[in-house]
């Protein structure tokens, strides 16, 4: 088994944008581009609210863990959970500095409503995966908590679900090894993009956006 090191770790979180759009992932990830628009605004706010708290919280059998470093060598990422939960089990694992045995239950915290497809569950079984392999347990389920229904969400971190997390991973790293940012074709989720007015998918060029936008820039030429 490959371990990557430390400086080739990628960003956990970048998942959710690699796969929502490859482009977007490697525009915010790869060329450092970024624009902030309602959604990333309003989606920062909540997960702020999720760490405003004590970083450690008691309530009875439940340890409540915020803002929870986490890492995984043999993916090669690193990130931080919204919030762990540590139920009180005798199917758990011992924690140190704490009698008895805990469930670990990593639950991520998102702005809207749940969707159709499986981008939040990408991040939040990734985020299990790290845990997994940093407390040497098996983590079967965690939540979403979605903002704008006000409840959480129950998510299985079925097989195909580890896999296609690993497999993006794997994609991930072989893109940000090329630096290569891939090319889109336009569609109707281009509108909620935050990086919409810098990608300009539609002109399909085989050259990177910083090196588009630095081409045009000499073009005009000093002010």
């Not at 796969?19 to 624009?35: K, N, V």
């Not at 340890?63 to 990422?77: D, K, L, T, Y």
Request: glycine content about 6%; proline content about 4%.
């Amino acid at each position: 088994m490959i371990l990557y090191n430390e400086e080739d770790y990628l960003q956990l979180s970048g998942i959710q944008h690699f796969a929502f759009c490859r482009r977007q992932w490697a525009l915010a990830y790869i060329e450092l581009q970024w624009q902030e628009n309602v959604r990333t605004v309003e989606g920062k706010i909540l997960h702020e609210n999720a760490h405003d708290a004590a970083m450690k919280e008691k309530r009875g059998d439940l340890i409540i863990v915020r803002a929870m470093p986490v890492h995984s060598r043999e993916i090669g990422i690193s990130g931080e959970c919204d919030v762990v939960e540590f139920h009180k089990s005798d199917e758990g694992i011992p924690i140190s500095g704490r009698e008895g045995k805990y469930i670990v239950v990593p639950v991520e915290y998102k702005r809207g409503k749940p969707k159709s497809t499986d981008i939040d569950a990408l991040q939040v079984a990734a985020q299990a995966l790290c845990l997994e392999e940093m407390l040497c347990c098996e983590i079967p389920y965690g939540y979403i908590y979605y903002g704008e229904i006000r409840r959480r969400e129950k998510i299985e971190f079925t097989e195909e679900l580890r896999r296609k997390v690993k497999d993006m991973f794997a994609e991930m790293h072989k893109y940000y090894g090329q630096r290569y940012t891939p090319k889109v074709k336009w569609s109707k989720s281009c509108n909620a993009c935050s990086l919409k007015d810098i990608c300009m998918p539609v002109l399909n060029k085989n050259v990177s956006v910083k090196k588009y936008l630095d081409d045009r820039m000499k073009e005009r030429g000093p002010d």
